[in-house]
């Protein structure tokens, strides 16, 4: 039914007059001209199951009925006039999002992307303290803008120019492929690593820390028990606002719990949101206390689409499917039965080093060689072009592009969950 422009002439457009950066993802690459909830469909209407949800940000599912109506409603109602003129949505949805917040976590601040808001909770960070120093962890993704560059910690994506001045990457605890790797105690080693960059690298009173509560590009990284804890502690002695990164794990996608820093047992002073937060639309948020909000009152902030009625009406919308449609709980039941079957899978390919995530936000990590773990990337660029060939979209991350995530919209039923296990089992198969 599609009666749109064909395959090669969007390429050709693309080609003419959009960035020659532009990634096109696959071998062979997908148009995608509509989607339904976990399904995508091309232009020649074949349909594929949708297992990274936009790069994590179609958390409720396509064209989710319940957001539909209500952005529908809004765009006949009022579409844009600014937070300077008074409007119930904003008022509603700052209310709706801090009612989910734990603790004196009441103030939001709307934005566009996630790069924008972790521009905002830098300057609030330090507009607080006063210090200027802050500490991100190697493999960290944060956004591509100048000043989230420096915090984002993958050479990928750094361009060579000035950036990130002031900010600091310490190790990367991770469990699997960190220097700590096997250390009797991962948890306190990563922190004290945090502890001396501090003295060796800041004058000793840093701006904050920020951290993903499980990183997302680096690789579905979670990182060991009670390591979140001991570094908010360190941050706190030091002067610093934690600030917890939750663009990708936010929104009820860990299972457990709605927030991913809410498994890890901290409280943030500042937390960053996008990407599921509106479900394909361009919002994102940065929350923290009324303390640190009175930090930024000496002078004007203001953004121009931030917090807009029709931004702010489907923010709403959002929240109210992901209740209602009790998606965290599927999060929850559908992401450990696929992480059991995948586990299972281990069994047969030795190219799985690791399944690893929660709920709907998991990884496998793919090695030549279980002992040495050296990253698989060739067969790991095969198996996502196979996946999507048999039917199924899935992302690649890690620095060594070796680890397939899945981050599928929350609405996956556990047959979709046997098709992804299935389908993935093929194409390690045939690599
Ligand atoms: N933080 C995290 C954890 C992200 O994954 C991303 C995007 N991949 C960003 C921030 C930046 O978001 P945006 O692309 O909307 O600027």
Not at 72 to 79: E, G, I
């Amino acid at each position: 039914r599609y009666t749109g422009l064909p395959f090669e002439e969007v390429m050709r457009l693309r080609q003419e007059h959009l960035t020659p950066a532009l990634l096109t993802y696959y071998e062979k690459p997908v148009m995608l001209v509509e989607g339904k909830m976990q399904y995508l469909f091309d232009e020649k209407g074949r349909r594929y199951l949708d297992g990274f949800g936009g790069i994590v940000t179609v958390s409720c599912g396509h064209s989710h009925p319940g957001i539909l109506a209500a952005a529908h409603d809004q765009l006949d109602t009022l579409v844009h006039a600014t937070t300077i003129y008074p409007n119930q949505e904003v008022a509603f949805y700052g209310k709706a999002l801090a009612d989910k917040m734990p603790g004196d976590l009441s103030v939001c601040y709307f934005v566009n992307s996630g790069s924008e808001a972790n521009d905002l909770a830098l300057l609030m960070a330090r507009l607080h303290t006063g210090n200027y120093d802050l500490i991100a962890l190697r493999n960290c993704y944060h956004g591509g803008s100048q000043s989230t560059m420096g915090m984002t910690a993958h050479g990928t994506w750094k361009f060579n120019t000035p950036q990130g001045f002031g900010i600091h990457h310490a190790l990367n605890p991770d469990p699997y492929r960190g220097p700590f790797a096997g250390h009797d105690d991962p948890a306190t080693a990563y922190a004290n690593d945090v502890k001396e960059l501090i003295q060796f690298a800041t004058p000793g009173r840093i701006a904050g820390y920020i951290a993903e509560s499980i990183q997302g590009v680096g690789g579905a990284v979670v990182f060991p028990e009670g390591y979140l804890a001991k570094t908010y502690d360190i941050v706190r002695a030091h002067g610093g606002l934690c600030i917890a990164d939750e663009v990708q794990a936010g929104f009820g996608r860990t299972g457990s719990h709605y927030w991913g820093f809410e498994s890890e047992g901290v409280q943030p002073d500042i937390v960053v949101m996008a990407k599921g937060i509106g479900n394909g639309f361009p919002l994102a948020a940065v929350v923290t206390t009324p303390e640190i909000a009175a930090s930024l009152t000496s002078h004007i902030h203001f953004n121009t689409y931030g917090g807009n009625p029709l931004a702010s009406r489907i923010g709403r919308a959002v929240i109210e499917a992901i209740d209602n449609d009790g998606l965290q709980a599927n999060s929850a039941q559908v992401g450990s039965h696929l992480k059991d079957k995948l586990i299972g899978l281990a069994d047969k390919h030795s190219l799985i080093g690791q399944v690893r995530g929660k709920g709907l936000m998991l990884g496998i990590d793919l090695v030549t060689d279980r002992t040495t773990k050296a990253p698989a990337t060739a067969e790991c660029a095969a198996v996502w072009n196979k996946a999507k060939d048999l039917g199924l979209l899935v992302g690649k991350g890690g620095l060594a592009g070796n680890v397939i995530r899945l981050k599928p919209p929350m609405c996956l039923t556990m047959e979709d969950a046997d098709f992804m296990v299935a389908v993935l089992d093929e194409a390690l198969t045939q690599i």
